[in-house]
């Protein structure tokens, strides 16, 4: 038996915002992938280290499926998620949905899935599903992954029943374009104001504008944290440029999302946010290639230097969501 949804995929850089375009689509509603990045609040900063992990990571944006619900949340579409911890019924909700012609989203482990390129374990990877025969899943993932793409049936069943950080219990969900759906035009500022607020006010100090300045300090002793820094150090500054982030830990994304937004409202806050992060996005990579070259040649002050950078990103960017946090005044 084979069940395949005619289904637009676009080449998109992050998954989650890949998926929820697969899904919007379908059902009439585009948006570009900074507007949808940009809606969903998806922007933030974590500096994440522990004594279990063998390597500091840094985040960029909110947590997986976060962004999903603050879209919804903006925009009002409706949203059902299903989880459970039989794998049987978790093919049953999957199958259910692709058969009455809707594609569905997955919460799963990338590091089980055949065509994934990078086979590391990452339990916050989302996927868009739109058929299935008797031995493959057909999947929308990002254009850096192949776009549309297959996956046997075995391999997804071990994605979605994988356990461990940022896991879901068999999470799939599914999204329907309701009627009264909130214009984004309408949304742009609450979306806007409410990242800016959790940016400026985090709860601790590994997250936001903090955790932007914690890293301009920790970064400059990476050197000591690694036995292998030729591997770590460049796999960190991949993982900044080019794991599903869109280039400069997603600050592209939301550099690209606000040119959109002054397109569509007069604020002079939203053009002095748009120019911050116009000037922070390069800065961001620039840090990504001074970590590659510390790696690569072992030389401390290339850690000095992404450590100054660091340092002024935390203070640009908390200027930018200053100016951000106004557009509601």
Partial sequence: MTTVIDVDACGMHHCETTALGVLLRHQGLEL????????????????????????????????????????????????????????????????????????????????????????????????????????????????????????????????????????????????????????????????????????????????GYRGIEKAGQSVRTWLQRTDNPQRDLPQAAVLMERAGTGGALFRNFYRDFLAECTQLLDSSHLRIGHGLYTGAAPLWTEVAALITKAGESGDAQCLAQAGTLLCDLSRIEREAMRALSCLGA
């Fill in 32 to 207: 570009s992938e900074p507007m949808l990045f940009g809606l969903g609040s998806g922007l933030s900063f974590v500096y994440w280290d522990n004594k279990s992990m063998g390597f500091p990571f840094l985040g960029g944006r909110v947590k997986s499926f976060e962004l999903t619900r603050n879209l919804v949340t903006e925009l009002g579409p409706e949203l059902l998620v299903q989880e459970t911890t039989s794998p049987r019924r978790a093919w049953a909700n999957v199958v259910a949905s692709l058969d009455a012609g809707r594609p569905v989203g997955l919460q799963l482990d990338s590091y089980y899935l055949d065509y994934f390129g990078s086979k590391v374990h990452f339990g916050g990877h989302v996927v868009a599903m739109y058929g299935y025969d008797d031995h493959d899943a057909y999947i929308v993932d990002t254009d850096q992954q192949g776009g549309k793409v297959s996956t046997s049936l075995i391999s997804l069943a071990q994605a979605r029943a994988a356990r461990g950080p940022m896991t879901a219990k068999h999470r799939s969900f599914t999204l329907t374009v309701v009627k009264n759906l909130a214009s984004p035009r309408s949304r742009i500022v609450p979306a806007i104001t409410a990242c800016a607020n959790v940016f400026l006010n985090p709860p601790t100090a590994d997250i």
